[in-house]
Antibody, heavy 119, light 107 residues
Framework: QVQLVQSGAEVKKPGASVTVSCKASGYTFTTYAMHWVRQAPGQGLEWMGWIYAGNGDTKYSENFQGRVTITRDTSASTAYMELSSLKSEDTAIYYC????????????WGQGTLVTVSS | EIVLTQSPGTLSLSPGERATLSCRASQSVSSNRLAWYQQKPGQAPRLLIY???RRATGIPDRFSGSGSGTDFTLTINRLEPEDFAVYYC????????FGPGTKVDIK
């Protein structure tokens, strides 16, 4: 079955960077896109960006002002999300979610990775 | 950017009742490119509905979506105990944005 397994929880200091990975299985990685969405504690969902795993094309939310970079390693069927210049407001659960390129709904989602930013 | 507004913020109902959740967009959503997700505490969101009215694989038929343009509705007929959760709408007609969510809790 299709499964997305994310890396474990991270604790970072303000100003640092964090990279979260998302390993896909159960489907052909390069025929889908992967999105990243985050959720601050007790808050709603915020879209961050996506990558088409086939050719590496990316699109990012303007809300992150160049702080987010999404990459992929096709040999490992894994997508990565790096967020730099971390602030306390970046404390959140970060999710990856698969998407059929050209559509927009997200299914399935990874289990989420908690990133805590604290001095 | 298309802004989504969901109402009500919280819906208190009893099992067996019908839930009607609203999602309103700040501008028309192209080709009704709108999805609904369910999220339970401690879990990732789960896709329920896409393209405004198409049920995702494995979703019970008590869940239905409708609407077009700027006004969309998720209806849950005969609420089951496992349906009490937070529901988000998401548009993908112009970039990607989520609504703030509607919590359906037990009355």
């Amino acid at each position: 079955q299709v499964q997305l397994v994310q890396s474990g929880a991270e604790v970072k200091k303000p100003g640092a960077s964090v990279t979260v990975s998302c390993k896909a299985s159960g489907y052909t990685f390069t025929t889908y896109a992967m999105h990243w969405v985050r959720q601050a504690p007790g808050q709603g969902l915020e879209w961050m960006g996506w990558i088409y795993a086939g050719n590496g094309d990316t699109k990012y939310s303007e809300n992150f002002q160049g702080r987010v970079t999404i990459t992929r390693d096709t040999s490992a069927s894994t997508a990565y999300m790096e967020l730099s210049s971390l602030k306390s407001e970046d404390t959140a659960i970060y999710y990856c979610a698969r998407n059929v390129a050209g559509t927009g709904w997200l299914d399935p989602w990874g289990q989420g990775t908690l990133v805590t930013v604290s001095s | 950017e298309i802004v989504l507004t969901q109402s009500p913020g919280t819906l208190s109902l009893s099992p067996g009742e019908r839930a009607t959740l609203s999602c309103r967009a700040s501008q028309s959503v192209s080709s009704n490119r709108l999805a609904w997700y369910q999220q339970k505490p401690g879990q990732a969101p789960r896709l329920l509905i896409y393209d405004a009215s198409r049920r995702a694989t494995g979703i019970p038929d008590r869940f239905s979506g409708s609407g077009s343009g700027t006004d969309f509705t998720l209806t849950i007929n005969r609420l089951e105990p496992e349906d009490f959760a937070v529901y988000y709408c998401q548009q993908y007609g112009g970039s990607f944005t989520f609504g703030p969510g509607t919590k359906v809790d037990i009355k």
